[in-house]
């Protein structure tokens, strides 16, 4: 298994242009999450999906949308890309665990990052 | 919003010497997780401790979890040069399970 994948790896937009992040699972999990990552912040949580076809805004959702029109692949969209949004961005995807009727989030596999410069 | 705070921000030791990072939370949660970061990697899950534990073991780790203080302790005993990294942890809460709120971490540098 491949796990968590992210493509690209780097980028590099100048200020106003558009790309889309992709990350694809192969795990079948279905909760998918996008995070940033500035030095000092930790990570922050941008969206995240519960399932195909839902999404629901984290953190820090402003100026990024996001699809999940498949359940292993979960893409961001930057519209039009700011120096701000120059960071690390990670995937991670995990799944649910019952116990006693409810349900747990289990751990979350993390894809490698994508760097993205905006200048 | 709750965060996990962890503490010290940056830890410098020697091998075989042990390391202790802390993290804080503010409300209640369903279980607590550490993470570990290599530099310019993805996070790797360490090990996750539910609120009903209060000890957890993983080989050279050691997961304390104290829930009426909402903290928990993260011990490495017997460091290894290639633990250098940086420690996350992240939890999660009872009103909402859908996401993980990570700290900011605690930067581990272990000296040969």
């Known amino acids: 298994n491949a796990g968590v994948t992210q493509t690209p790896k780097f980028r590099v937009l100048k200020t106003g242009q558009s790309m889309t992040l992709l990350c694809a699972q192969d795990?079948?999990?279905?909760?998918m999450y996008w995070y940033r990552q500035d030095p000092g912040m930790g990570l922050r949580l941008i969206h995240y999906?519960?399932?195909?076809?839902?999404?629901a805004k984290g953190e820090v959702p402003d100026g990024y949308n996001v699809s999940r029109l498949k359940k292993q692949n979960f893409l961001l969209g930057l519209e039009s890309a700011a120096p701000s949004q120059t960071s690390v961005y990670f995937c991670?995807?995990?799944?649910?665990?019952?116990?006693?009727?409810?349900?747990?989030?289990?751990?979350?596999?993390f894809g490698p990052g994508t760097r993205l410069l905006v200048l | 919003s709750q965060q996990g705070e962890e503490d010290p921000q940056a830890l410098s030791i020697q091998e075989g010497e042990n390391a202790t990072m802390n993290c804080s939370y503010k409300?209640?949660?369903?279980?607590l997780q550490w993470y570990r970061q290599n530099s310019g990697r993805g996070l790797v899950h360490l090990i996750l401790?539910?609120?009903?534990?209060r000890e957890k073991h993983s080989g050279r780790l050691r997961v304390t979890l104290d829930t009426s203080k909402k903290s928990s302790s993260l011990l490495i005993t017997a460091s290894r040069a290639a633990d250098t990294a940086s420690y996350f942890c992240?939890?999660?809460?009872?009103?909402?399970?859908?996401?993980?709120?990570f700290g900011t971490g605690t930067r581990l540098q272990v000296f040969p």
């Open positions: 991670a995807s995990s799944w649910d665990r019952e116990n006693r009727g409810r349900m747990f989030r289990e751990t979350q596999y």
């Open positions: 795990m079948n999990h279905e909760y």
């Open positions: 999906s519960v399932g195909e076809g839902t999404t």
């Open positions: 409300t209640s949660i369903n279980n």
């Open positions: 401790i539910r609120s009903n534990e």
């Open positions: 992240a939890t999660d809460a009872v009103y909402n399970t859908d996401k993980l709120i």
